[in-house]
Nanobody, 126 residues
Framework: QVQLVESGGGLVQAGGSLRLSCAAS????????MGWFRQAPGKEREFVAG????????RYADSVKGRFTISRDNVAKTVYLQMNSLKPEDTAVYYC???????????????????WGQGTQVTVSS
């Protein structure tokens, strides 16, 4: 069983920054592929960013490329999402996700992730 706990969400003005954190349980965090997804009201949950087990590989949704950065600390068992130049359309609940099947790829599909956090709200005002 893997537990994921997100933090760092909040209210920020357009152009501002936030850093989300996701703390994971489990003894083999370094073997998990990690990802961030988001869900805005009335919309499907969508991929934001993913990172490989050792952090050497990352992928981003086109809508956040150049503004968001995903990273991880395998000693601290934490994955981060640095969000800069935030826009009102980034407003959503942000979810952390883990794949524990030892994939060597960076995963971008919801169905490929096994565990999810409870989400943290990010609101960007114009």
């Amino acid at each position: 069983q893997v537990q994921l706990v997100e933090s760092g969400g909040g209210l920020v003005q357009a152009g501002g920054s936030l850093r989300l954190s996701c703390a994971a349980s489990g003894r083999t965090f370094s073997s998990y592929v990690m990802g961030w997804f988001r869900q805005a009201p009335g919309k499907e949950r969508e991929f934001v960013a993913g990172i490989s087990r050792n952090g050497g590989g990352t992928r981003y949704a086109d809508s956040v490329k150049g503004r968001f950065t995903i990273s991880r600390d395998n000693v601290a068992k934490t994955v981060y999402l640095q969000m800069n130049s935030l826009k009102p359309e980034d407003t959503a609940v942000y979810y952390c996700a883990a794949d524990v099947t030892h994939s060597i790829l960076v995963l971008t599909s919801r169905s490929e992730y096994n565990y999810w956090g409870q989400g943290t709200q990010v609101t960007v005002s114009s």
